[in-house]
């Protein structure tokens, strides 16, 4: 989910990509120069992430944007996928996990708030449960007192759980 903000009202919409070969302002245009800044695009009025590589002939370029509407339906579907996410992620995100050896339990129930859950509210993690948790499994858990055994065993269960959402998402996408 790359937004929480879905309206089918053109006056307050998220914006797209239009034809990179307009004239630009500088007001309307972004910089795509980066390797993967976190654009949007339009295909049938569905706001959908995009990337751009940075050695595509465009890299360096500006492209402008130009809000897009969402339909009454499509706002429907994001909403129940936003809804989806929350109730699958929500209690994995707020519950410090649990390890075999109790010390190993400690330390995430010790560094859980400030590793996991204030960084994931900080960006909208909660929403993003693919991203965040792939952000939980590059946490340097043996830094803070994890065993190697137990550090592995979290990593294959967000790994599992990560593909398990993206499984999910199919049927949540059905209308």
Known sequence: MTTTE???????????IVDPHQSLSPASAIDISSPSPNLKSES????VGATVDSHSPNSGSKIQVTPGVLSPADVELCMALMTHFIERFTPI????????HMSCTDVFADTWM?????PALDDDGVYKPLETLEKIKNIRWEEHGLCKECVAEKRDEWTHEQRTVWKLMDSWLER
């Open 6 to 16: 879905f309206d089918a009202d053109a006056s307050d919409s998220t914006a797209t």
């Open 44 to 47: 049938n009025a569905f706001i």
């Open 93 to 100: 995100l707020f519950t410090p996990a649990a390890t075999p």
């Open 114 to 118: 400030p590793l996991v859950i204030q």
